[in-house]
């Protein structure tokens, strides 16, 4: 059995240092120095060329080398049958949690206002908004929705997610399914999307979603379901718009 490991952007070295001091006895192939396919079991991939899963007779396992599945999930020639994991990364998780309470504690706390004043030369104290009613929405209640979700409850936002099926966090509300959609968005002032970039979820975040929300909701995109954007690769890098629908 050998491990496959493709990927343009993350250096070999490193992995096979980490992965042979854990599971010695491992043989690592590094694409696209892969021998013998036949060899080939488990798939280690980042953006691996499209059709080259279909090589691999007997492969077991695709595991992605990050967060999302989306650039795995777009090649059309996938073999068939052939389970799809990703990374679980804590700092990863971490740091998009941070990301997405910088953009909703940016608008929060009026930061583009205040950056106004400034622009203006002017000194203006504005009223500290109530933290207990501004609602936070977050699309997608997985590993980086639950743990943002639980930073903004720290903070004493009112929070609630949305996904494919009903959950159960703590002092987080559960909305599931196309009938919690509108619910969900009519109580949200500040929208975050964490959702996977899927069939399902491509262009979710649209007029309609939008008109949905409460005068002045602010959206801040940090996965890739925005219906503006069209990118290759199916990840953004994390854009943020803030959004006054004013
Ligand atoms: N831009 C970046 O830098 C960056 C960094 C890290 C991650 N990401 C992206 O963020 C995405 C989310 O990561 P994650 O780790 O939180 O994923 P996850 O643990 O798989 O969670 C995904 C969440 O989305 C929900 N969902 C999926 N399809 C849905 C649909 N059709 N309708 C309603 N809800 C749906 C799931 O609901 P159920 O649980 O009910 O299925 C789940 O709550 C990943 O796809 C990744 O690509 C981007």
Redesign the pocket.
């Given at each position: 059995m050998a491990v496959l490991f493709s990927s343009e952007a993350d250096d070999p070295t490193a992995w096979v240092e980490a992965l042979t001091c854990r599971l010695p006895g491992i043989e690592m192939r590094i694409w696209p120095e892969v021998g013998d396919v036949r060899d080939i079991e488990v798939a280690l991939v980042w953006r691996c060329p499209p059709g080259d899963l279909r090589r691999y007779p007997n492969l077991r396992l695709i595991c992605s080398l990050?967060?999302?599945?989306?650039h795995v999930l777009a090649d059309s020639d996938l073999p068939p049958g052939v389970p799809v994991t990703?990374i679980?990364d804590p700092d990863?998780?971490a740091g998009?949690s941070e990301y997405v309470l910088a953009a909703a504690l940016h608008y929060h706390r009026q930061f583009p206002i205040y950056a106004a004043f400034q622009r203006d030369g002017r000194w203006k104290k504005l009223r500290r908004p109530d933290t207990a009613r501004r609602r936070i929405g977050l699309l997608?209640?997985?590993?980086?929705?639950c743990d943002a979700g639980a930073k903004f409850v720290a903070l004493g936002f009112p929070v609630a997610g949305?996904?494919?099926?009903p959950?159960s966090v703590p002092g987080i509300e559960s909305f599931?399914?196309a009938d919690g959609l509108h619910p969900f968005l009519a109580r949200t002032d500040i929208l975050i999307c964490?959702?996977?970039?899927?069939a399902?979820?491509r262009g979710i975040v649209n007029r309609e979603t939008l008109a949905a929300l409460p005068k002045g909701a602010y959206v801040i995109n940090?996965?890739?379901v925005a219906a503006s954007r069209r990118h290759a690769g199916g990840?953004?890098?994390?854009p943020v718009s803030g959004r006054d629908l004013d």
């Amino acid at each position: 059995m050998a491990v496959l490991f493709s990927s343009e952007a993350d250096d070999p070295t490193a992995w096979v240092e980490a992965l042979t001091c854990r599971l010695p006895g491992i043989e690592m192939r590094i694409w696209p120095e892969v021998g013998d396919v036949r060899d080939i079991e488990v798939a280690l991939v980042w953006r691996c060329p499209p059709g080259d899963l279909r090589r691999y007779p007997n492969l077991r396992l695709i595991c992605s080398l990050g967060a999302g599945v989306e650039h795995v999930l777009a090649d059309s020639d996938l073999p068939p049958g052939v389970p799809v994991t990703k990374i679980v990364d804590p700092d990863l998780t971490a740091g998009m949690s941070e990301y997405v309470l910088a953009a909703a504690l940016h608008y929060h706390r009026q930061f583009p206002i205040y950056a106004a004043f400034q622009r203006d030369g002017r000194w203006k104290k504005l009223r500290r908004p109530d933290t207990a009613r501004r609602r936070i929405g977050l699309l997608g209640l997985g590993e980086l929705g639950c743990d943002a979700g639980a930073k903004f409850v720290a903070l004493g936002f009112p929070v609630a997610g949305w996904s494919r099926t009903p959950k159960s966090v703590p002092g987080i509300e559960s909305f599931a399914g196309a009938d919690g959609l509108h619910p969900f968005l009519a109580r949200t002032d500040i929208l975050i999307c964490l959702l996977p970039l899927t069939a399902a979820t491509r262009g979710i975040v649209n007029r309609e979603t939008l008109a949905a929300l409460p005068k002045g909701a602010y959206v801040i995109n940090a996965t890739a379901v925005a219906a503006s954007r069209r990118h290759a690769g199916g990840i953004l890098s994390a854009p943020v718009s803030g959004r006054d629908l004013d």
